[in-house]
């Protein structure tokens, strides 16, 4: 069973963990090895422990979360479930392309092509709407493997731009949903029949 809930304190350390992992599995040959090596999920746990706290602009942090008996504890939260992947975001850090920024996305890999990313850019879009947001984007970079996803939810390319990541300038790329309301429709459950 999964299910996605509004991240807790004591998820922080699993979402460092995720943060991490998916890193190290998304970009190899983009990230230098030893910078993706060197990765603490500790201190990225801290970081998100902030971020979930932190309700300033709008901010959410919204896990995905597994359950069951034969789920490995290596990410397991007080609860006993498994937090497989996550979403974070509020209004946008920057003024300009949307009112609404989806920060994260981060979703292990053995999980991926479930539903669960479409999931939780639903929990996000629906969270930014909640808060006033009219439209939403996310920055990823360009290189990144994954962003057919956002493609495929209908996002817009909307702007390129260079950042430094690891010492290396990298593009990056910003993927516009324009009203809201496209996501929302992009990311709604399928009907049951």
């Given amino acids: ?62 896990v995905a979360v597994a359950g069951g008996p034969d789920l490995p504890s290596s990410l397991a939260t007080e609860s006993g479930q498994q937090v497989i992947g996550f979403a974070s975001g509020g209004r946008a850090r920057r003024k300009g392309l949307a009112d609404g920024e989806v920060e994260t996305l981060y979703l292990q890999e053995d999980w991926r092509d479930r539903g669960v990313g479409r999931r939780l850019m639903r929990a996000m879009g629906a969270h930014l ?13 360009k290189d990144n493997p994954t962003r057919w996803f956002y493609e495929r939810l209908g996002g817009r390319p909307a702007a390129h731009e260079t950042v430094r990541v690891a010492g290396q300038t990298l593009e990056q790329m910003a993927y516009l949903w324009d009203p809201i309301e496209a996501l929302l429709a992009a990311t709604a459950p399928a009907p049951e029949r």
Avoid: K, N, Q
């Avoid at 709407?129 to 970079?141: Q, Y």
């Fill in 129 to 141: 709407r909640v808060v006033g947001c009219r439209s939403a984007m996310l920055w990823v970079l």
């Fill in 1 to 62: 069973m999964i299910s996605i809930r509004r991240a807790r304190p004591s998820d922080a350390a699993a979402i460092g963990s995720v943060h991490a992992e998916v890193w190290r599995s998304t970009y190899p040959g983009i990230l230098p090895d030893d910078y993706l090596a060197g990765l603490s999920s500790w201190r990225l746990g801290l970081g998100y422990e902030r971020s979930i706290l932190d309700r300033r602009e709008g901010h959410a942090v919204f």
